[in-house]
């Protein structure tokens, strides 16, 4: 079941970092924010963000294993695909480490980690649906934290969150050798 959930890495440890060293910074008691994150795979992130900064963090994932996964690890999991079952103005903040290698569709494998990893040609394809659908989601002083990487383009996404509502401020960055990758935190 391993090989099927995308498992913690840099981008994770990341994410998860920036996320917790935010929350701490706006905020002594975050015990009555409901976070989420989009895309849990094995609930690594939401798991550190809740017993670091005192929240609630939801988890939800398209894989069916990784959503196993992620309750195991003790994070309330619901299947789903990216925000859809969600109501209006319910999260404080969402969370999204998303798929983003840019893959040729000749090189696609219709798998689960493939799913978990390809941004489709640009690295975009799922970054800018989620952009699109959550401000519905999102609380009217909520936030969304945003893992970016250079190879699909942190400008492009930028620009992207702005047609969608949002001003972008990169809370970190970290060079790998054959990218960087940077959190965006979005707000409206």
Do not use: C, W
């Given at each position: 079941?391993?090989?099927?959930?995308?498992q913690?890495?840099e981008?994770?440890?990341?994410?998860?970092?920036?996320?917790?060293?935010?929350?701490?910074?706006?905020?002594?008691?975050?015990?009555?924010?409901l976070?989420?994150?989009v895309?849990?795979?094995?609930g690594?992130?939401?798991?550190?963000?809740?017993?670091?900064?005192?929240?609630?963090?939801?988890?939800?994932d398209?894989?069916?294993?990784a959503?196993r996964?992620?309750?195991?690890?003790?994070?309330?999991?619901?299947?789903?695909?990216?925000?859809?079952?969600?109501?209006?103005?319910?999260?404080?903040?969402v969370?999204?480490?998303?798929?983003?290698?840019?893959?040729?569709p000749?090189?696609?494998?219709?798998d689960w980690?493939?799913?978990?990893?390809s941004?489709?040609?640009?690295?975009?394809?799922?970054?800018?649906?989620?952009?699109?659908?959550?401000?519905r989601?999102l609380?009217?002083?909520?936030?969304v934290?945003?893992?970016?990487?250079?190879?699909?383009?942190?400008?492009?996404?930028?620009e992207i969150?702005?047609?969608?509502?949002?001003?972008?401020?990169?809370?970190?960055?970290?060079?790998?050798?054959?990218?960087?990758?940077?959190?965006?935190?979005?707000?409206r």
């Open positions: 079941m391993e090989t099927e959930v995308y913690p890495a981008d994770s440890r990341l994410l998860a970092d920036a996320v917790v060293a935010d929350y701490k910074e706006r905020s002594e008691d975050a015990s009555d924010d976070l989420l994150e895309g849990t795979g094995s690594y992130v939401a798991e550190q963000v809740a017993a670091q900064t005192g929240a609630r963090v939801l988890g939800s398209l894989n069916p294993h959503s996964q992620a309750r195991e690890r003790g994070v309330e999991t619901l299947r789903a695909d990216l925000l859809t079952p969600f109501r209006d103005n319910t999260f404080d903040a969370l999204f480490n998303p798929p983003y290698l840019p893959t040729d000749d090189d696609e494998q219709d980690m493939e799913v978990a990893l941004g489709g040609e640009d690295g975009l394809q799922v970054v800018e649906p989620f952009l699109a659908a959550v401000g989601v609380a009217p002083d909520g936030a934290y945003l893992l970016v990487s250079s190879l699909a383009g942190v400008e492009e996404v930028v969150a702005e047609k969608a509502g949002f001003s972008a401020v990169a809370l970190r960055d970290e060079s790998f050798p054959f990218e960087t990758l940077t959190i965006l935190k979005l707000v």
